[in-house]
Nanobody, 124 residues
């Protein structure tokens, strides 16, 4: 079984930074594109950012571009989301996801494997 486990969430103040981590097991990690999604209260799950297996290609949602950075460490089977200048609107459950698909990677349906999520709450 593929297992993705997120960690690092918590309660922070606006303007703070936070780093989330996702540990993967049960898959050949280096072959997968990894992504972060988030789901805010009363909202659908939305794309945040992704990184390809090569680690050289990244993509971000406009709402987080310039503030969030996705990175991966294939030797440790982990993917991280470094969040800076956090805003109250960043409050959500953040999910790690994995896919072998080479194209169209910004949709929930593109990803076959998901973690259980970690809560990030940003107070004003």
């Amino acid at each position: 079984q593929v297992q993705l486990v997120e960690s690092g969430g918590g309660l922070v103040q606006a303007g703070d930074s936070l780093r989330l981590s996702c540990a993967a097991s049960g898959l050949t990690f280096s072959m997968y594109t990894m992504a972060w999604f988030r789901q805010a209260p009363g909202k659908d799950r939305e794309f945040v950012g992704r990184i390809t297996w090569s680690g050289s290609t990244t993509s971000y949602a406009d709402s987080v571009k310039g503030r969030f950075t996705v990175s991966r460490d294939n030797a440790k089977n982990t993917v991280s989301l470094q969040m800076q200048s956090l805003k109250p609107e960043d409050t959500a459950v953040y999910y790690c996801a994995a896919t072998l698909r080479p194209r169209g990677l910004g949709s929930v349906s593109d990803y076959a494997h998901w973690g259980q999520g970690t809560q990030v709450t940003v107070s004003s």
